[in-house]
């Protein structure tokens, strides 16, 4: 090889090895923005806050509201838990706005019903716009609700039905079924005639009152007389019943027992509030 050869073979090996060293570096700097943006993802949580006073909160839950950028809340939870909630940002949510989130508006046949789906599912788009853009952006973003999310939870749980690609992740809270589990004070599970407890709605019972299960029904405004004739049908008149009032609430909780031939004359002229269930069963024997 002639000398000016070698010279020639020496600068394409350096210009070879340049070449390397640039692209590790340019491959290093594209890892490395990916893990920082793999670092700085936000998250997506649904928050329960227990039922009924403030102190039915559990610690997972406050350490995850601490760390939260944005909360999604009613104003009465904002007030509970104010001091948790300093310096945080609060969006309005969607609770007025849920309960067409399964429906095709176009199917609805009334034209005010067809337009109120329409601006309902206008107001769910516009929240989870604001989500996804908070999310990508590396924020913390909660919803807060309170008892358990997914016992009747309409106001909530659209949020994961229609946010599941974000990962949605759930802090569980004490719920209205804990607290009222607490009031009645014996076993639900205890039964004579069946080692079972059914959570059911009024419109349910007849599909699942057949074997004389415990059953714990949750009313949704159902007028107490037809709770209690229906339940004539399938359990003995000495069957023992309960109504627990505002579980959870210390001051406020109550509870009222009798059997389903007695409890009628027990309640009569009670005004129930939303917040009570019903308990049936030979448990409480």
């Not at 429906?103 to 329409?118: H, L």
């Not at 359990?235 to 389903?260: D, H, M, S, W």
Request: net charge positive.
């Amino acid at each position: 090889m002639k000398p000016n050869s070698k010279i020639t073979y020496s600068l394409i090996k350096i210009g070879l090895i340049g070449l390397l060293c640039l692209f590790m570096i340019q491959a290093g700097r594209i890892d490395g923005h990916a893990a920082a943006q793999e670092k700085t993802a936000g998250q997506f949580y649904m928050v329960s806050v227990g039922v009924g006073d403030a102190d039915l909160i559990t610690v997972r839950a406050i350490e995850t509201i601490k760390k939260s950028d944005i909360i999604i809340c009613r104003p009465g939870t904002r007030k509970t838990f104010s001091r948790y909630l300093d310096g945080k940002t609060f969006w309005k949510g969607a609770f007025h706005a849920w309960r067409t989130h399964d429906q095709d508006c176009a199917e609805i046949k009334d034209p005010d019903k067809r337009e109120k789906c329409r601006k309902e599912r206008a107001v769910r788009e516009a929240l989870m716009a604001r989500i996804r853009a908070a999310i990508q952006n590396g924020k913390t973003v909660s919803v807060l609700g309170s008892g358990d999310l997914f016992i009747y939870g309409g106001p909530y749980r659209w949020y994961r039905d229609e946010l599941q690609d974000l990962d949605v992740k759930t802090i569980p809270g004490v719920s209205c079924l804990n607290a009222a589990n607490a009031v009645i004070g014996k076993d639900i599970m205890r039964g004579k005639t069946m080692h079972s407890a059914v959570l059911t709605h009024y419109r349910d019972i007849d599909k699942v009152a057949e074997n004389q299960p415990t059953l714990i029904i949750f009313t949704m405004h159902t007028a107490f007389a037809d709770i209690v004739d229906k339940l004539k049908t399938y359990y003995p008149p000495k069957t023992p019943i309960a109504i627990v009032f505002y579980a959870g609430y210390k001051q406020k909780e109550n509870k009222i027992a009798g059997r389903l031939d007695t409890i009628l004359e027990k309640t009569k002229g009670m005004d129930f509030p939303f917040e009570h269930l019903v308990y049936v069963g030979d448990f409480m024997e």
